[in-house]
Nanobody, 120 residues
Framework: QVQLVESGGGLVQPGGSLRLSCAAS????????MSWYRQAPGKKRELVAT????????NYADSVEGRFTISRDNAKNTVYLQMNSLKPEDTAVYYC?????????????WGQGTQVTVSS
């Protein structure tokens, strides 16, 4: 059974930091690219950051470039999102995503989300 379980969300003041974690199970984690998405109330879900299966390449949304860092530990089947210099506009539910294209089949798994609220 595939599971992606996010943790680490919460309430933080502007300028603060949080580290999100996503623990994966039920699939070959090291074969999947991993991403973090977020969805704010009334807005579409947006891609925040992506890391390749071996961790050799990362990409970020312009809005978080230089403030957020995505990383992964394939030995622990876990992906992280370090969020620094948080702003109120970073408030959203953050979702972990695993994806892979193999033999013309797209595999796409989602976590349940964790709430991040940036407010004074």
């Amino acid at each position: 059974q595939v599971q992606l379980v996010e943790s680490g969300g919460g309430l933080v003041q502007p300028g603060g930091s949080l580290r999100l974690s996503c623990a994966a199970s039920g699939f070959t984690f090291s074969s999947y690219a991993m991403s973090w998405y977020r969805q704010a109330p009334g807005k579409k879900r947006e891609l925040v950051a992506t890391i390749t299966s071996a961790g050799g390449s990362t990409n970020y949304a312009d809005s978080v470039e230089g403030r957020f860092t995505i990383s992964r530990d394939n030995a622990k089947n876990t992906v992280y999102l370090q969020m620094n210099s948080l702003k109120p506009e970073d408030t959203a539910v953050y979702y972990c995503n695993a994806n892979r294209n193999y033999a013309k089949v797209k595999y796409d798994y989602w976590g349940q989300g964790t709430q991040v609220t940036v407010s004074s």
